[in-house]
């Protein structure tokens, strides 16, 4: 019982966690589904989302849940610039190449962002108080954000099943010669994939900045370009579902293995969190490259 | 395929480096760009795949000359050689690690398994507490208790200059040996198919690997060169900086990826973009860098060398590998 009450709080906060987590890596599993192009400039688009909700609400006042929205259309609109400027002159084929542009451009942002608003960690704080669950203090705008991320990924799944234009990106993703040859418009469907995706990412940045209260910073992406692939592959890159549950797995296994590190006290635990975070990824590359929900 | 003007530039500025001690840190400062954009095409020019996490085996070469001026400064000059080859030897085993596992993946796969190497065994170090942990190594004291004050300085100042040269000079042959031999006719065939060079016999992950270890390898030596033995300290947070990596992509796209005299005309020119940026434009560089990329990418994918080579007649084109 002493056991259950101390991990608890950390189940808890990581099953939170990983919800944004999850949404996160939806945008890169969508985007490496349609285009088959690992976005390695993911880090960046958070980094911007955070921004967004940063500026939102110290300049204008706008809560982070209504920031989100301005998040996605911000995001969409760059999605569909990087699709337009990036990937399309450089032809889906020319992989390395790609490669390199994205991992560019995730450092121009960074620098970019570094220029415009300086170096140093930001941060804002926002409460709308909290409730006791047993024992364990949740904070509402946390717990809000969690199940707004599930939300949007039931809609996003939704979307991909129900509407002519969600069709269209799974038929892509299927087999996008034949998609061609049924009458799809792959040039336009990659386009979406790459605003919604992108989008979707930018706005996981803004709700990322729930968790994090004061550390938005120019090169924060880093971590979350690591840590969304990770999730990706965890959950089958090109799976929305698999995306979202493997980013719940992936919070817990980052929260339980932090309160581990700091039980037994050897190591710095967050750093430790990115190092298996590393490791894992390895690991599911090497022997289960499809992910959690495929066979 | 002719490898004397590359060697010759090369050799040229060693002997500058050496005679006229006071221009060896400028020197240094290009080279280190030529040479990182040599040691990158190594791998990247000749795959056609990309390492993220590249700056990783800088750090493990200046990690190694470090730990061994560090915890062994009583060894006098042998500490020299012992830690470079516990730097490159450290290298080539991480390179072994991660290639042997990711070098099994494709392309995109590839990429991905790479970008958390350089955080992975950051923060392994830093957050397990090993090698000085997040505070690093100072070796200035070491340097001078191992090699005497004056040679001490000596070799911050000339010696490391001289290594740097000497990687992208080891970097030249190496790629002139393997673009020569048997593993340059597989490398060849893997970049344009890869499934149909596994149907004639090519064992890819091996011919990759072997690109990857010997990139690694120098690279390992840079840093090596750079960090301990040129500025006399290891910090985590400066070996394993990524900018390394978009500095080595610009070098080699400017030149050229894949051609021999590439990373030394992109090197050359992309240290006056630097400098010029730095003097008008200071703590622009990265965005620039990062800018130029982009658009070489994008715009002039065959890099200037590469783009040259292709209006050449054969004869000439045998000089400009």
């Known amino acids: 019982m002493d056991f259950f009450s101390q991990i608890s709080p950390f189940l808890l906060s990581g099953l939170l966690l990983g919800s944004i987590y999850g949404l996160s890596a939806t945008g890169l599993s969508l985007i490496f589904g349609v285009l088959k192009v690992a976005n390695i400039a993911h880090g960046a688009f958070i980094m911007l989302g955070a921004y967004v909700a940063y500026f939102a609400l110290t300049m204008w006042g706008v809560v982070p849940f209504v920031s989100a929205i301005l998040a996605l259309a911000l995001g969409g609109a760059l999605g569909y610039l990087v699709y337009v400027a990036v990937v399309k002159p450089l032809g889906l084929k020319n992989e390395l190449n790609i490669l390199v542009a994205l991992f560019a451009l995730f450092l121009l942002m960074a620098e970019a962002a570094r220029i415009l608003w300086g170096p140093d960690f930001v941060g804002y704080t926002w409460t709308i108080g909290s409730f006791s669950l047993g024992g364990l203090i949740i904070e509402y705008t946390k717990l809000a954000g969690a199940l707004l991320a599930l939300a949007i990924v039931i809609s996003l799944e939704v979307f991909l099943r129900k509407t002519y234009a969600g069709r269209a990106i799974r038929a892509v993703v299927q087999d996008s010669v034949g998609a061609q040859v049924v009458g799809i418009n792959v040039d336009r469907v990659y386009a979406l994939a790459a605003a919604v995706g992108i989008g979707i990412t930018t706005l996981a940045g803004v709700f990322i900045t729930l968790f994090i209260p004061v550390g938005i910073n120019p090169y924060m992406g880093g971590p979350y370009t690591l840590m969304g692939f990770v999730i990706a592959v965890l959950g089958g890159l090109g799976s929305i579902m698999g995306a979202y549950l493997a980013g719940l797995v992936f919070g817990l296994i980052t929260s339980v293995g932090y309160f581990a590190f700091s039980e037994l006290g050897f190591a710095e635990p967050s750093q430790m969190a990115l190092f298996i975070a590393f490791l894992m990824l390895l690991l599911i590359l090497l022997f289960k490259p499809t992910g959690l929900l495929r066979i | ?321």
Do not use: C
């Open chain 2, 1 to 321: 395929m002719k490898p004397w003007l590359p060697l010759v530039t090369y050799l040229s500025l060693a002997a500058v480096a050496f005679f006229m001690p006071e221009y060896s840190k400028t020197i240094a400062t290009i080279v280190f760009f030529m040479a990182l954009g040599q040691a990158v095409n190594i791998f990247v020019g000749l795959t056609g795949y990309v390492d993220f996490g590249y700056v990783a085996f800088m750090a493990m070469g200046a990690y190694g000359l470090g730990v061994v001026l560090y915890y062994m400064p009583q060894l006098g000059f042998a500490a020299l050689p012992l830690g470079l080859a516990l730097g490159v030897l450290m290298s080539i085993l991480l390179a072994a690690v991660v290639g042997g596992v990711a070098l099994r993946l494709r392309g995109a796969y590839f990429a991905i398994a790479t970008i958390g190497v350089n955080e992975g065994v950051k923060h392994l170090i830093i957050g397990a507490n090993i090698w000085g942990g997040g505070a690093g190594l100072i070796l200035g004291s070491r340097a001078f208790e191992a090699f005497g004050r004056d040679t001490a300085l000596w070799l911050a100042n000339v010696g490391s200059a001289v290594l740097v040269i000497a990687t992208g000079f080891m970097a030249v042959v190496a790629m002139y040996l393997i673009q020569v031999s048997k593993a340059g006719y597989a490398l060849a065939a893997i970049r344009q198919d890869e499934d149909a060079a596994k149907v004639m016999g090519i064992n890819p992950t091996k011919y990759k690997l072997l690109a990857f270890m010997t990139s690694a390898s120098l690279a390992g030596l840079l840093g090596a060169a750079y960090y301990p033995l040129g500025n006399l300290q290891v910090f985590p947070e400066n070996v394993f900086f990524i900018e390394y990596i978009l500095d080595g992509l610009a070098v080699m796209f400017i030149g050229g990826a894949g051609t021999v005299t590439g990373p030394i005309v992109g090197g050359a020119l992309y240290i006056i973009v630097r400098t010029v940026v730095g003097e008008l434009l200071p703590g622009y560089q990265v965005f620039v860098t990062a800018l130029v990329l982009m658009t070489t990418v994008i715009l002039l994918p065959r890099g200037i060398v590469g783009t040259l080579r292709l209006h050449l007649p054969p004869k000439l084109r045998e000089w400009l590998p």
